[in-house]
């Protein structure tokens, strides 16, 4: 049978392992060829998982619960991490079987005792996870291979006060189970899902009306009690590094403005030619965060190599006194550009005051 937390007024959560998952797809190691393109495609689907604030100005309190079916040198069997925003707050390991926090205002006020609930309950979600892994095993007939349960769910506050929360139950990178959260019923995203959403859903178990109570009102409560910690934080700020990259592509020169190493968040980047604005961007990557808690960002334009326009790279961030303006040198040598992407250890756990774990079982 499959287990389901069914949790009463709170819980905790994690996020994937994809920083690990990458070190062995890029390492060559012992695995076998089938075993990295195995972990290599979990990987890939498990990427697609991230779930990102969809408005401007909204915040977001992101779990996530990891289980592997099998032990992979430098992968925990079981993880679980909790996320503000892109922030990771609290995060569990079963190979260290610690539960640390990851930023400094979780140990301040009510927050201290953030780990007593995890500490009584992860050996529970090991066990519970373990379980699940043999269980969908069997209901797609897999005697053996490397298989991954992931569950994650949370609340996105907008900036007009509005909420959007959602619950995802995943089996190797693939919705296994949702949760519709209008009408507060689980949907099976494969058929050999049925059975567990069918027991769910009644009204003996009772699961959509007790997710409903941690999503809408425990989930919110605590991501609102997170983010006035945060902003009680002394303000930190970090002048950001700039470096401008060219390539040579099919007879086009790729100009990257890269930028890193900056902190807060907020940034504007652009290329100006002449002393004038550039619209016709190649691309411009996510603000992404490094495992320093600094971010990187690159801008990307096409140019024509006989182009003898004077291009600049123009930064405005808190931390610069004035704008910082990087011209291009025409005459450095182009190179061939590889972009530097900071994985994050998705493995982030939040911890609500839980008051009762209500475990349903479903026949196979």
């Known amino acids: 049978m499959l287990l389901s937390p069914q949790l009463s007024p709170g819980v905790q959560l994690q996020e994937t392992i994809q920083y690990r998952l990458w070190i062995l797809i890029s390492s060559k190691g012992d695995k076998s060829p089938i075993l990295r393109r195995m972990i290599r495609v979990r ?178 409560e605590l991501l609102k009690k997170y983010l006035d910690y945060e902003r009680r934080e002394p303000e930190r700020r970090v002048a950001p590094e700039v470096k401008i990259l060219a390539q040579e592509s099919g007879g086009i020169t790729v100009l990257h403005c890269w930028v890193y190493g900056f902190y807060p968040r907020e940034v504007d980047v652009k290329w100006m030619k002449n002393g004038q604005d550039v619209v016709n961007l190649v691309e411009s990557t996510p603000i992404l965060r490094n495992n320093d808690g600094t971010y990187q960002f690159r801008v990307s334009m096409k140019v024509n190599p006989e182009d003898d326009g004077a291009y600049s790279c123009h930064i405005d961030h808190s931390s610069l006194a004035e704008e910082r303006i990087v011209p291009w040198d025409h005459n450095r040598k182009r190179i061939w550009f590889i972009p530097i992407v900071v994985l994050l250890p998705f493995l982030a756990l939040v911890t609500f005051n839980v008051r009762k774990i209500h475990v349903s079982a479903m026949a196979h």
């Open 43 to 220: 990987f890939l689907l498990l990427c697609a998982w991230a779930v990102a604030g969809e408005y401007a100005g909204s915040h977001q309190l992101h779990y996530s619960f990891t289980g592997i079916s099998d032990p992979v040198p430098g992968l925990p069997v079981f993880s679980i991490v909790q996320y503000l925003d892109d922030q990771m707050t609290t995060i569990y390991s079963s190979d260290t079987g610690e539960t640390r926090p990851g930023v400094s205002w979780m140990d301040k006020g009510d927050l201290k005792n953030w780990e007593d609930t995890l500490y009584q309950h992860k050996n529970w979600w090991t066990m519970a996870f373990k379980h699940n892994i043999k269980t969908a095993m069997s209901r797609f007939n897999q005697t053996g291979g490397f298989h991954v349960v992931q569950l994650m769910y949370g609340c996105e506050l907008r900036h007009d006060n509005s909420t959007r929360l959602y619950y995802r139950y995943g089996y190797d990178g693939r919705d296994f189970i949702t949760l519709d959260t209008d009408r507060w019923v689980f949907e099976p995203g494969v058929y050999e899902a049925q059975i567990s959403t069918q027991r769910w859903n009644t009204a003996e178990d009772g699961a959509g009306q007790r997710w409903k109570h941690i999503l809408e009102i425990s989930c919110v």
